[in-house]
């Protein structure tokens, strides 16, 4: 039983990891996803800029100083977007490692629950064997028997008692 308590206990260990490492997951994919948002936003406004080469649109502009601070801005976004990018790669790669981590310990869980399964099912055998024995003695063989373990019990007493 002591080695079933064990498995209980690692069993119960490693499920509490497990559902730590599954809501950190879930919590870094949020994330991702808020990041993902935020590079959308980027290109959108990006795109809205358009196509045209900046220095075609700085001759071209009515307000040079203007198109200059929006250039400035552009640059601020594209910056941004950059960082953002790499944010996002660094999300994904520690979430695919918390993800392996999750898996590796829902493996051990499962091993550890095959485990459980088994040494309950070799005990129940034993069990069953010692209550199909038990069944088989007479009356006159189960008197005896507890008349020796009520003197082993006595005599385990006595050398508590001399012991102290």
């Given at each position: 039983?002591?080695?079933?308590?064990?498995?209980?206990?690692?069993?119960?260990?490693?499920?509490?990891?497990?559902d730590?490492?599954?809501?950190?997951?879930?919590?870094?994919?949020?994330e991702?996803?808020?990041?993902?948002?935020?590079?959308?936003?980027?290109?959108?406004?990006?795109?809205?800029?358009?196509?045209?080469?900046?220095?075609?649109?700085?001759?071209?502009?009515?307000?040079?100083?203007?198109?200059?601070?929006?250039?400035?801005?552009?640059?601020?976004?594209?910056?941004?977007?950059?960082?953002?990018?790499?944010?996002?790669?660094?999300?994904?790669?520690?979430?695919?490692q918390?993800?392996?981590?999750?898996?590796?310990?829902?493996?051990?869980?499962?091993?550890?629950?095959?485990?459980?399964?088994?040494?309950?099912?070799?005990?129940?055998?034993?069990?069953?064997?010692?209550?199909?024995?038990?069944?088989?003695?007479?009356?006159?063989?189960?008197?005896?028997?507890?008349?020796?373990?009520?003197?082993?019990?006595?005599?385990?007493?006595?050398?508590?008692?001399?012991?102290?």
């Amino acid at each position: 039983t002591e080695k079933y308590n064990g498995a209980k206990e690692q069993q119960d260990k490693l499920k509490k990891q497990v559902d730590a490492l599954q809501d950190k997951v879930a919590r870094g994919q949020d994330e991702l996803n808020s990041l993902r948002g935020e590079l959308g936003s980027i290109a959108t406004a990006q795109y809205r800029s358009g196509g045209i080469d900046p220095s075609v649109a700085l001759f071209l502009a009515s307000d040079p100083d203007s198109f200059l601070d929006q250039a400035s801005a552009l640059d601020q976004l594209t910056v941004k977007q950059t960082e953002s990018l790499q944010k996002i790669q660094s999300k994904q790669r520690t979430l695919a490692q918390q993800r392996q981590e999750a898996q590796d310990k829902l493996g051990d869980l499962a091993d550890v629950r095959k485990a459980l399964g088994e040494n309950k099912k070799k005990y129940q055998g034993k069990l069953a064997d010692a209550q199909r024995l038990l069944n088989s003695l007479t009356q006159a063989e189960r008197a005896k028997i507890q008349q020796e373990e009520n003197r082993a019990s006595r005599a385990s007493s006595e050398r508590v008692e001399l012991g102290n």
